[in-house]
Every structure is written in structure tokens, then in C-alpha cells.
């Protein structure tokens, strides 16, 4: 199924963008503020290869997350609210067709 | 060029295996001093990649560095001892010939 082209104006990519960072930059802090936290429990060894796991896990997710091309922004963006790392309400000044198509991909 | 086959008596593979397990035990209490380090000291994101990258790293050569086989054990010793994770004074209960060839493969 291919998904009808979605226009995005300057005005509308923008808010995108910044919706996007502020859920980045969320997410870095949380994955932060985890590092540090499992990093102060490793006792043995086997708690700092599951650090690794863990920031190996993270990495992967986060690389593949913030994808900002026009194609995948509706994506990218229901995915985030998904996540938690954003809602409807960040997207608030977006067309209300766009909300609506967004709000419907958070539901599949 | 094969490397001559070299026994080891039981004792003599007891005495590695402790020599071993002094040389991982040391080694990965220097890696979780060293995690420890590096995770109270991330602010951002390029922190966190470079503890991935670090632990990486550590286990790629830990996963490696401690190879028992009775075939490999000249190698892993005479690794250990480059590495400044054992001397030779560890392996004073060896016989003087198992020494003598662990020395000379240290300086190859």
C-alpha cells in the first residue's frame, strides 16, 4: 500500500523539527540519566556487559528514531508519541489533516 | 612454523589457571573503575556513544584475552604478562623452560 504524498510547507517541516528535537532531546536526557544510574550499580562483570547490551539496544533504537525526511515524517512522528517522548498536543500547530493522519498511525 | 607441543602437568595447569584468574580479576576491576569514571562524567550525547564505543571494545579483547586451551596457554600468558596485567614473578612455580618461553614470547 503506498501512502498518498503528504505536502509539508516550510511552516509546518519547522514545527516538525523542532518537535523532534524536543523529543531527542528528552530521550538523550533519560538515557543519560540511566547510563549513570546502571553505571553506579556495576558490582561484577556481568553488570557491565549488560550495560553494553543496554547501550547497544539504545544506540540501534535511537539511530533508526529521528528519521526527518519528508516521506517518514508522519511516521516518525507517531512512532515518538508512541514512545512518549511527544503528543498530540506538541503537534498542535500542524494542518488538522496531518494531526488527524498522525493521530491514526499512533493507533496501528 | 609450529610451535613445539608443550606439556603442562596439572599443577602446572593449576597454576596458570590462578595466574589467569588474578590477571581478569584485575582486569575488570580496572574496567569498572574506568565505567564508573566515564559515566559520572557524560553530559551529552557523544559521551554516551563513546562508552559504547569503550565497551566495545573491552569485551571484543576480555572475550579474547583469556584463552585457556593447554596449546594457547604460552600465548595468553606471555599476552598477559605485555599487557602488565601479570610479571613473570606470578609464574615462579612454573617449570624454568615454560618460563624461559614465556619470557622470550613477551619480547616478540
Do not use: C, N
Not at 503506498?2 to 524536543?22: D, R
Not at 553488570?47 to 544506540?59: I, N, T
Amino acid at each position: 500500500m503506498t501512502q498518498p504524498e503528504v505536502q509539508w510547507s516550510s511552516e509546518e517541516k519547522e514545527i516538525a523539527q523542532q518537535a523532534l528535537k524536543k523529543a531527542y532531546e528528552q530521550d538523550i536526557e533519560a538515557l543519560i540519566s540511566s547510563v549513570k544510574e546502571h553505571a553506579e550499580k556495576i558490582s561484577e562483570t556481568e553488570d557491565v556487559w549488560q550495560l553494553h547490551d543496554f547501550l547497544s539496544a539504545k544506540r540501534h533504537d535511537i539511530d533508526g528514531k529521528y528519521d526527518d525526511r519528508e516521506t517518514f515524517l508522519m511516521f516518525t512522528l507517531s512512532k515518538l508519541i508512541k514512545d512518549r517522548l511527544l503528543t498530540l498536543a506538541d503537534l498542535e500547530d500542524l494542518a488538522a489533516d496531518k494531526r488527524a493522519k498522525i493521530s491514526l498511525l499512533t493507533r496501528m
